[in-house]
T-cell receptor, first 113, second 114 residues
Framework: SQTIHQWPATLVQPVGSPLSLECTVEGTSNPNLYWYRQAAGRGLQLLFYSVGIGQISSEVPQNLSASRPQDRQFILSSKKLLLSDSGFYLC????????????FGEGSRLTVL | AQSVTQLGSHVSVSEGALVLLRCNYSSSVPPYLFWYVQYPNQGLQLLLKYTSAATLVKGINGFEAEFKKSETSFHLTKPSAHMSDAAEYFCAVSGSGGYQKVTFGTGTKLQVIP
């Protein structure tokens, strides 16, 4: 069966510190991978998506970056966090075999102080 | 281009009453439409999806939605609300075929009053 995991679940970081959130998918090959950010009352904002290893598309200019070093691994990073980076980050995947729905990880709550 | 509008950021219903959450979409291609549910501090879970088959779609937990092309709507309903239905609900739209971006609405928080 297919599963998706992301960690850490909760993170409190000072302004200016680095960030690394990791997401892995199991049970499928060559998934499309996504990073979303959810801020209170603002729905889901697509940050990055990837259709293959090393292929990253950015939706919103920001100080975040994403990488896909392996087929089923997706990493969200920042060199220096801003207060505005606080939020709930969700990783998701979609397979070519399904009809377009996304499957989400458990989420990572980031608080920047 | 595609977009989703969810009417009402907060909806309150009494336990046992009808649940109606509204969603209107805009899409330049035949759409796939989805409803997701999110419980606090958790990821989103798919409730149901429309992919151009039957216009009335049944999902999990007794929810259903009807695709109405003439109204560009995909409202979510449940005949009788349960306390466990209290959560945030998101409508989403995607183009059909190949890689297509999924666009989400801003969500509706459902409160169920005992």
């Amino acid at each position: 069966s297919q599963t998706i995991h992301q960690w850490p679940a909760t993170l409190v970081q000072p302004v200016g510190s680095p960030l690394s959130l990791e997401c892995t998918v199991e049970g499928t090959s060559n998934p499309n991978l996504y990073w979303y950010r959810q801020a209170a009352g603002r729905g889901l904002q697509l940050l990055f998506y990837s259709v293959g290893i090393g292929q990253i598309s950015s939706e919103v200019p920001q100080n975040l970056s994403a990488s896909r070093p392996q087929d089923r691994q997706f990493i969200l990073s920042s060199k220096k966090l801003l207060l505005s980076d606080s939020g709930f980050y969700l990783c998701a995947y979609r397979t070519s075999a399904n009809t377009g729905e996304l499957f989400f990880g458990e989420g990572s709550r980031l608080t920047v102080l | 281009a595609q977009s989703v509008t969810q009417l009402g950021s907060h909806v309150s219903v009494s336990e046992g009453a009808l649940v109606l959450l509204r969603c209107n979409y805009s899409s330049s291609v035949p759409p796939y439409l989805f409803w997701y549910v999110q419980y606090p501090n958790q990821g989103l879970q798919l409730l149901l999806k429309y992919t151009s088959a039957a216009t009335l779609v049944k999902g999990i937990n007794g929810f259903e939605a009807e695709f109405k092309k003439s109204e560009t709507s995909f409202h979510l309903t449940k005949p009788s609300a349960h306390m466990s239905d209290a959560a945030e609900y998101f409508c989403a739209v995607s183009g059909s075929g190949g890689y297509q971006k999924v666009t989400f609405g801003t969500g509706t928080k459902l409160q169920v009053i005992p």
